[in-house]
């Protein structure tokens, strides 16, 4: 089993940053990449960005440029910087972990979510 421990989330104005942790334990050995996804009310949980052990990413186009993913595995913690935020971020955002090709051409299977944390963007 893996647990993932995300923190971070908040309230901030358009046009603003929030950086949101994701720190990972247990049998971080059965996983190879890690990813955040995002659900708005009312709408589908949708992958926002997925990175590889070896720092592969994938980035949803809508976010492209404006968020950021990096990770240290000394500590197993994976972060998201979200800068330019914009009303239409607001969303529970999720961390994930699981099972990736190494260059993120195939499917990036999620065997472990964390509890999510709420970010708002609002005026």
């Known amino acids: 089993q893996v647990q993932l421990v995300e923190s971070g989330g908040g309230l901030v104005q358009p046009g603003g940053s929030l950086r949101l942790s994701c720190a990972a334990s247990?049998?971080?050995?059965?996983?190879?990449?890690m990813g955040w996804y995002r659900q708005a009310p009312g709408k589908q949980r949708e992958l926002v960005v997925v990175?590889?052990?070896?720092?592969?990413?994938n980035y949803a186009d809508a976010v492209k440029g404006r968020f950021a993913v990096s990770r240290d595995n000394a500590k197993n913690t994976v972060y998201l910087q979200m800068n330019t935020l914009k009303s239409e971020d607001t969303a529970v955002y999720y961390c994930?972990?699981?099972?990736?090709?190494?260059?993120?051409?195939?499917?990036?299977?999620?065997?472990?979510w964390g509890q999510g944390t709420q970010v708002t963007v609002s005026s």
């Open positions: 990175i590889t052990t070896a720092g592969v990413t």
């Open positions: 247990g049998s971080i050995f059965t996983i190879n990449a």
């Open positions: 994930s972990a699981g099972r990736a090709p190494p260059h993120l051409n195939g499917k990036y299977v999620v065997d472990y």
